[in-house]
């Protein structure tokens, strides 16, 4: 079984800023993925980062990079340089198995102009 | 190349009723999973089919059924509908070999 648990339920930060949207988690399995994803208002989920947990090295995409510490079981999503259309739901998830993805209740990222 | 779609895009249905959502996964991708998301929370995982078979099954009651077709394109059955099953039915494919999965655009069903 896994848990899953984003503790900020908004974040606001203004154009061209960093945020560091949260995520601790919690699992019995040895090899698992970590992943944040992306919902806009139009509800499709967009995936944003993913992390092997057998990899000691943060995964980086363009603007959006994680914060892994394994032995603390959190997955932090840093966004730099800020736009908006960063705007959305952002969930953080856990799984790879046959059990499907474990997904937090999501942070709501707003982008103040 | 498309990506995974869902049909139909909202459905309304009565209590009592059955419903059938249908997906079709990304060209390539031999695994589909569907997903309920109800208003304000995180998806929940139900199924998992790879190659035309269960693979995983989350905590769902037995009115949730799946199959997966031939083409692995699939369908998500849900009997006896509740008010409760009101949600977003998500559906993902994903690649043999890969953990990533990519969602549809998820069917909105409502039970009145």
């Known amino acids: 079984a896994q848990t899953v648990t984003q503790s900020q339920p908004e974040m606001s930060v203004q154009e061209a800023e960093t945020v560091t949207l949260s995520c601790t988690y919690d699992t019995s399995e040895s090899d698992y993925y970590l992943f944040w994803y992306k919902q806009p208002p139009s509800r499709q989920m967009i995936l944003v980062i993913r992390q092997e947990a057998y990899k000691q090295q943060n995964a980086t995409e363009n603007r959006f990079s994680v914060n892994f510490q394994k032995a603390a079981k959190s997955f932090s999503l840093k966004i730099s340089d800020s736009q908006l259309g960063d705007a959305a739901m952002y969930f953080c998830a856990c799984g790879g198995g046959a059990d499907g993805l474990t997904f937090g209740k999501g942070t709501h990222l707003i982008i103040q102009p | 190349d498309a990506g995974v779609t869902q049909s139909p895009t909202h459905l309304i249905k009565t209590r009592g009723q059955q419903v059938t959502l249908r997906c079709s996964p990304i060209s390539g991708h031999k695994s589909v999973s569907w997903y309920q998301q109800v208003l304000g929370q995180g998806p929940q995982f139900i199924?998992?089919?790879?190659e035309k078979e269960?693979?995983?099954?989350?905590?769902?009651?037995?009115r949730f059924s799946a199959r997966q077709f031939p083409n692995y394109s699939s369908e998500l059955n849900v009997n006896a509908l509740l008010l409760g099953d009101?949600?977003?039915?998500l559906c993902a494919s994903r690649h043999s070999g890969k953990n990533e999965q990519y969602f549809g655009p998820g069917t909105r069903l409502t039970v009145t």
Request: glycine share 12%; no cysteine.
């Open chain 2, 47 to 50: 199924f998992q089919y790879y």
């Open chain 2, 54 to 62: 269960e693979r995983g099954r989350g905590n769902f009651p037995d």
């Open chain 2, 86 to 89: 009101s949600a977003l039915y």
